[in-house]
């Protein structure tokens, strides 16, 4: 399957979820809340965590609809992220996947709420996923573990304060990469390891899962420096040029877009490298890898 193929399944199951998931909670919070949920959860993202989760559960040998219920959780932690990330104490965006972004569209404490309050509605959804799956609650223990440490301070949110810290700073590569691996990285590997424990890896398999998502986790990020160079609002979703905006320290910063782009293919071949060592070789895994590295928003 091709990567917009891929894309687009991971698109159709993750948004069927997340439109119960508004629904749900619709019935139990007040109306304001109600609609602001269903604009955080109803949102065009290009969905390519849940497109990882499903491709690597499928690379481990998994074939149960019941997958896309981890994709969703992944999906709802990103999200989450996103709508803290815009907030006037972060990155102060006006502009999130093609619309305003929460706060603008509502207000910060909104904002700030629903982004909370998605928290524990994809512990949720990952325990509701991981019943349907029939995996049983030490598996179960250690797929949370996975999603809630990729999100927590070695992870996203660690990630993400180093970033913030080092605004209007010189990082160099060694530090560029623990911002990158933490902010942005360990979700993207973590949608790879739980792909693959939902399917029961372990051992050999579950490692290269775990290494193809490190070295794709990065190469996303690499990316994501190179659009924010290259690319315009319209095209991207968000606004552009926000780096140099906030004078954060980047990729193509340190080594040119073209050293920026040659790193991020260097990855991505590392990639899929792991798998194929690991007698784990999948096409789905490839095209997403390549994707990766080659998107254009
Ligand atoms: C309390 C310090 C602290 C942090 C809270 C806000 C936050 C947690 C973390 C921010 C993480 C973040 C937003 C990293 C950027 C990751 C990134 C490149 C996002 C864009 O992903 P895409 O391109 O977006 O997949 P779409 O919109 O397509 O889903």
Redesign the pocket.
């Known amino acids: 399957m091709s990567a917009d193929a891929l894309l687009a399944e991971a698109r159709e199951g993750t948004d069927r979820r997340l439109h119960q998931v508004a629904d749900q909670l619709a019935a139990t919070v007040a109306a304001g809340m109600a609609e602001a949920f269903s604009y955080a959860l109803h ?7 849940p497109a990882l989760v499903l491709s690597a559960y499928r690379a481990a040998g998994g074939h149960s609809p019941g997958a896309a219920g981890v994709a969703a959780a992944v ?1 709802i932690v ?5 709508v ?2 815009d ?1 006037p104490c ?1 990155d102060n965006d006006d502009l ?2 093609g619309r305003a972004t929460m706060h603008r569209q509502f207000d910060v404490r909104t904002a700030t709420r629903v ?1 909370f309050l998605l928290v524990p509605v994809a512990a949720q959804v990952l325990a509701d996923a991981a019943g349907e799956l029939g995996l049983e609650s030490s598996l179960m223990g250690t797929m949370a573990a996975t999603l809630f440490e990729a ?1 927590g301070i070695e992870g ?6 180093l ?2 810290e080092a605004e209007r700073q010189q990082l160099d590569l060694p530090g560029l990469i623990t911002v990158h691996r933490g ?2 990285g360990a ?1 993207i590997q973590a949608s790879c390891v739980l792909g693959g424990l939902a399917a029961r890896a372990s051992g050999d398999g579950l490692l290269a899962l775990q290494r193809y998502g490190a070295d794709i986790g990065l190469a ?2 690499i990316a ?1 420096d190179v659009l924010d160079v290259i690319g315009t609002s319209d095209q991207l ?2 606004t552009a040029g926000k780096d140099e905006a906030l004078s954060k320290s980047t990729y193509p910063q340190l080594l040119g877009v073209e050293g920026a782009r040659a790193e991020a293919e260097r990855l991505a071949r590392s990639a899929i490298a792991h798998l194929e060592r690991a007698g784990l070789a999948s096409p789905s895994l490839g095209a997403l890898a390549h994707y990766i590295v080659t998107r254009n ?1």
């Open positions: 949102s065009p993202g290009k969905r390519v965590r999906e990103h999200t989450y992220s996103l803290h990330d907030l972060m999130r996947r982004g999100g996203m949110v660690g990630g993400q304060w970033d913030l902010k942005t979700l996303f990020q994501d979703g968000k928003s």
